[in-house]
């Protein structure tokens, strides 16, 4: 696979050409190419900022040598009425820019948001909190991005890095220890290394993953946080375990009690809400 940086500039690449096009009419119409100019970003609205890197990376992505400067970074918390970040470049460059790089700092800031609301809430716990596949589509490098500032765990980047036998793999394979079987035969013989993680909806298939083996973790699907206690009983400490389903910011913690290895939570980039920042020019 890429690298996060080449992976970046493939979705900068493309974003930029959704918005620009044939060419930027406004800029070109109104303002002469050779023209400098700076601008800040101003946060309007209190939470955990993200996209910063990712910012800088934007704009030097148009023009290399921008001069970029910091006040902030990833990870910090941000009050209303702050400046993140101000920015000196061609004209044309912050204005192509600034939609691309307010969409994604908007987008991030929010995620990280919500992802600081839900670690914070199972601090001191052994319980760590995952993401899931429920991204936008061509925008998941930065969400899931966001939820690592925001203090998540990234769990699966895609269907290749890590094998997940889901109810559907389960039933269109024939059972669950046939889809155990292949999918072990599979990284033996195909994939050496890969994780193989399974889906358990009932304390009688735990029972039957453990007796059959050959997982690296099992993920306990719509458990109630009693039910998993129970299910973790089973289990010991054989294979790393995985709450998932409907978890949310008033039941996490009692999940977290039970001592399961991580919760996946959705939520963290569906029901985020993007955070409000402006990009103004700033005249010296």
Known sequence: MHSFDEQLDILIKAALQEDIGDGDHSTLSSIPPETKGMAVLKIKQDGILAGMEVAEKIFRYREPDVTFTAFKKDGDEMKAGETAFEVSASVYTILQCERLVL?????????????????DKIKGYHTRVLDTRKTTPNFRLLEKEAVRIGGGVNHRMGLYDMIMLKDNHVDFSGGLEQAIERAHRYVTEVKPGLK????????????????????????????????????????????????????NLDTIESFAKTGVDFVSVGALIHQAKSLDLSLKAKFV
Do not use: H, W
Not at 103 to 119: E, F, K, P, V
């Open 103 to 119: 969409n994604c700092m908007q987008r991030m800031s929010g995620i990280a948001t919500l992802t600081r609301q839900y670690t």
């Open 196 to 247: 193989i993680e399974v889906e358990t909806r009932s304390l009688e298939e735990v029972q039957r993953v453990v007796n059959y083996g050959k997982v690296d973790r099992i993920m306990l699907d719509n458990f109630t946080p009693e039910q998993l206690g129970e299910a973790l009983t089973i289990i010991g400490k054989k294979y790393e375990t995985e709450a998932s389903g409907g978890i």
